[in-house]
């Protein structure tokens, strides 16, 4: 009959301590900020967002309007930063990147910018022609998405800049 090895006992007594999480080697690149991440973080925050922010445009003086406004203040942020993620992974999905540079960062948020800015301009010519009223919506919402996406493109910067001065793997 064979006798099975005797598994090392801990010197206190009792089991094993258990096996610690597997080491990553110091300079590692930091995993690709996945897609549908993104999307699922855009999604869910997103859609506080707008909620609230429907909920406050339909009673504006009720007694929750300021918990509402306060919602659509703290879900807004962090929706339009995963926004402008979402974006840039599905941009340059093939590349290896895992977050956009300090340049890319500005380069979005002058997109940004130029399409709010072309958006509300529009939208502010179309606000009185009711014969227009889609364009005018359309104009309304390129204006939101583009706000939406300078807004994220700055929060994106900064993750830039932090990632330059802790000199993280793939920041330029």
Same mark, same amino acid.
Request: proline share 11%.
């Given at each position: 009959?064979?006798? !099975? ?48 922010? %429907? ?16 919602? *659509?203040?703290?879900? #807004? @942020? ?7 993620? !979402? ?14 540079? +300090? %340049? ?7 997109? /940004?910018?130029?399409? &709010? ?6 939208? &502010? #010519?179309?606000?009185?022609?009711? %014969?227009?009223?889609?364009? /005018? #919506? ?10 939406? *996406? @300078? ?5 994106? *910067? +900064?993750?830039?800049?932090?990632? !330059? #001065?802790?000199?993280?793997?793939? %920041?330029?």
């Amino acid at each position: 009959m064979t006798d !099975l090895p005797v598994p090392p006992q801990n010197p206190a007594g009792g089991f094993p301590p258990p096996p610690g999480p597997p080491a990553v080697p110091p300079g590692a690149p930091a995993g690709r900020p996945r897609i549908w991440q993104a999307a699922l973080i855009f999604l869910a925050l997103g859609s506080a967002a707008g909620g609230s922010c %429907a909920l406050f445009l339909q009673h504006p003086s009720g007694a929750s309007s300021d918990l509402y406004s306060i919602l *659509f203040l703290l879900t #807004i @942020a962090p929706a339009a930063g995963a926004f402008a993620l !979402l974006v840039f992974r599905l941009w340059r999905r093939r590349q290896a990147e895992a977050w956009p540079s +300090v %340049a890319q960062a500005v380069l979005m948020a002058i997109a /940004g910018s130029v399409l &709010a800015a072309g958006g509300c301009g529009g939208w &502010a #010519i179309m606000v009185d022609t009711s %014969a227009l009223l889609p364009l /005018g #919506i359309a104009l309304f919402v390129l204006f939101v998405v583009g706000l939406a *996406f @300078a807004v994220g493109a700055g929060e994106l *910067f +900064v993750v830039g800049v932090i990632r !330059l #001065i802790f000199k993280r793997p793939g %920041a330029r």
